[in-house]
Structure formats: C-alpha cells, structure tokens
C-alpha cells in the first residue's frame, strides 16, 4: 500500500511566523499535491509538483509556496502565517496523470494565532 | 469556474435504510472520483468510473456515472454506522492534473 506521511497532525503558530509542512511518499509518485480543506468548502488546491523541482500554482497558491527537491518530499511553506491560514492540509500523490487516483496523508491541522 | 455540487451537504439516518448521493456539474468529465474521509484521516478512494453509464458496485455502495458524462450518484444500501463519513467526489478533465472537487456529503448512520 502507498504510505504518504505528513510530519505533523497538529501545529499551533504565531501569526508571522514561517511555517514548515513536510510530505512523503514511498511509492515513487511522479505527482504530489498539497490541498487545503475547510468546512462546506471541499478540497482546494494549492500547489502540485509533477517531476523534481518542477511545481505548478494550484487554485489559492497566495501566501504559499512549495519545495521539491526530491521526488518522494514536497514541503509547503507558509512564509509568513496568518489566521486565516488556519485549516487543515492535506498532501497527496498519485502515479501518473489525469484519473489515476489520489493517496492522502493524514493531514495536518495548522491552528494559527 | 467549474463546479461540482453534491446533495445532500449532510445527512443523517437510521442504520439499515437506504441513501443516494448525488454529484452534479454542466461540465464533463473523462472521469469521476468518489472518496470518502473519516475524522482524523485522509480521504481514501473508493471507486473510479470512466465510461458515461458506468455502474460499479462495492459491497452495498453502487456508483453510477451519468450517460452524459456530467453527474454521478452513490448509492448504499442498508446502512451501517461503519459507513459514516464525508463522502468527495471529484471530477477530471483531459489533460488537466487537477481534479474538481465538490464540497462533500456529510453522512451519519445511527445504530
């Protein structure tokens, strides 16, 4: 089964702060995705990375950005937290392109203050 | 903006009755997702179909994708607490890699 792992499943910040949220795969996913979900609003995407290095903007990749330095570890990085950060992530891989299905992480919940 | 809806948002019924739930859209899609999420965790796939009047069944859920490729429908039969859940659907287009979501269905099965 594919294991994605997020490093943390509860953070508290300070508003400013920079925020570290790390993923990885141990399957060999070529695509990563880091998503955000809130209440009625569904999934949304952020940010997704589909080779090394390689990132693309997501729907609301504003106050976000993305590293992928090797293919098993994409991080999403919040320069500077704010409180309307607060949700939860969610990261997830998948092995090729459109259709091929989704394997999440348990998600973290970012509580920022 | 392309959108998915699902109906209902929420839903919360006896154990062993029956329930539909419905994701619609004015776009097509080549492909249509349905996961659902327990509290604490992350949303696992259940089912995909491709094919416009694709029935899939797993156990008591069935999945329908629309003729027309524009909507879908889960249906469960006889449902137990195990099946509480939010239930996503998601939609994929061409050669796009993100998926369009809908909101979710909320389902609580009480014993």
């Known amino acids: 089964d594919v294991k994605v792992t997020q490093s943390s499943r509860y953070l508290v910040k300070r508003t400013g702060e920079k925020v570290f949220l790390e993923c990885v795969q141990d399957?060999?996913?070529?695509?990563m995705f880091w998503y955000r979900q809130d209440p009625g609003l569904g999934l949304r995407l952020i940010y997704f990375?589909?080779?090394?290095?390689?990132?693309e903007k997501g729907d609301i990749p504003e106050g976000y950005s993305v590293s992928r330095e090797k293919k098993e570890r994409f991080s999403l990085i919040l320069e500077s937290a704010s409180t309307n950060q607060t949700s939860m992530y969610l990261c997830?891989?998948?092995?090729?392109?459109?259709?091929?299905?989704?394997?999440f992480g348990n998600g973290t919940r970012l509580t920022v203050t | 903006t392309q959108l998915l809806e699902q109906s209902p948002q929420f839903l919360s019924i006896q154990e062993g009755e029956n329930l539909t739930v419905y994701c619609n859209s004015s776009?097509?899609?080549?492909?249509l997702q349905w996961y659902r999420q327990e509290p604490g965790e992350g949303p696992v796939l259940l089912v995909t179909?491709?094919?416009g009047g694709e029935v899939k069944k797993l156990k008591r859920l069935t999945f329908q994708f629309g003729d027309a490729r524009k909507d879908s429908s889960l249906h469960i039969t006889a449902a137990q607490p195990g099946d509480t859940g939010l239930y996503l659907c998601?939609?994929?287009?061409?050669?796009?890699?993100?998926?369009?979501w809908g909101a979710g269905t909320k389902l609580i099965i009480k014993p």
């Open positions: 399957m060999d996913h070529e695509n």
């Open positions: 179909v491709v094919t």
């Open positions: 998601a939609g994929g287009q061409g050669s796009n890699y993100q998926l369009i």
């Open positions: 997830a891989s998948s092995w090729g392109g459109l259709g091929s299905p989704l394997h």
């Open positions: 776009s097509v899609f080549s492909s």
């Open positions: 990375s589909y080779d090394v290095k390689m990132k």
